[in-house]
């Protein structure tokens, strides 16, 4: 049962080192790639080593696009256009299942749920 009590409150701490950095990377005006990297290592290890993965396996290029896809999302937080950023992540979720990615697709979905708060 502690033990139990225990994880709950760790998840709550991390759910709120999340949100909390989350708040940080969207208030910044052109974040870089470092900036995400912080974020994404507050997402449950499943998340984040599958974040971590495709990264790292993409082609430059792939990498590139990634960081355009954050940046448009930042973008619509930073001019007030949150439900664009939304909108953004959750096509994204749609698009990362559909290529059999879905421990990416769920890190989209917790970035989308953590924008709605």
Known sequence: MDARRQAQ???????QSL??????VSAIQNPK???FMGLSLLLPPAQMES????????SQEQKDNQLL?????LSAFNS?????????????VTAEEN???K??????????ELAKI
Not at 69 to 73: A, H, T, Y
């Open 80 to 92: 007030g256009q949150n439900q664009i950023g939304i909108d953004l992540l959750e096509n994204r």
């Open 51 to 58: 974040v971590r993965k495709t990264y790292e396996q993409g």
């Open 9 to 15: 409150q760790q998840e709550a701490v991390r759910q």
């Open 33 to 35: 790639a470092s900036d």
């Open 19 to 24: 949100n909390t950095e989350f708040q940080r």
């Open 103 to 112: 421990e990416q697709g769920q890190a989209f979905h917790s970035y989308a």
């Open 69 to 73: 896809f954050s940046g448009k999302v």
């Open 99 to 101: 290529s059999g990615r």
